[in-house]
């Protein structure tokens, strides 16, 4: 299923106990990246290469997190959370930001704009995977995709 540059995991229809995740990145590769991630963590997920639809998905999704990046092409993400935060159907939904802004004053910046955590790009798959894990309340089961790739 596509939505507006977007695509659905297969998951989707599979298991609707796993938490959704909708992911917004204009990078190809980064977006691939995060959909291995959270694929591998066990979540379904939407992915998204433009901003401009991402209020109405969420709204009629209602994903359990959403992961955005700051730096768009149409709408930033500063933007975007913006809102979401003051949506009535969306306020509640915990969001990421993932964005090459690295500064102690980006970070500032972006949590004070409504973003509940932030992670910098390039990230460690194990490091995503604990925000993820804290953003998502108990939702995910409770092995380490990251331990399991060692092994």
């Given amino acids: 299923m596509y939505l507006a540059h977007s695509f659905i995991s297969d998951g989707k229809q599979q298991n609707s106990q796993k938490p959704l995740i909708l992911a917004v990145e204009d990078n190809d590769d980064n977006l691939l990246l995060i959909s291995y991630a959270l694929e591998s963590l066990g979540c379904q997920f939407i992915c ?81 995977e604990t925000v993820v894990r804290r953003l998502l309340r108990g939702k995910l089961e409770p092995h380490s995709s990251y331990k399991l790739c060692q092994d």
């Fill in 48 to 128: 998204q290469s433009d901003s401009s639809s991402t209020f109405l998905v969420a709204k009629e999704y209602q994903p359990d997190l959403i992961m955005l990046d700051i730096l768009l092409p149409s709408l930033s993400g500063i933007e975007v959370v913006r809102y979401l935060k003051n949506d009535s159907l969306t306020y509640k939904i915990p969001v990421l930001a993932v964005t090459a802004l690295a500064t102690r004053e980006d970070r500032e910046r972006i949590l004070q704009a409504g973003f509940d955590d932030y992670i910098s790009k390039p990230f460690l798959i194990e490091d995503l």
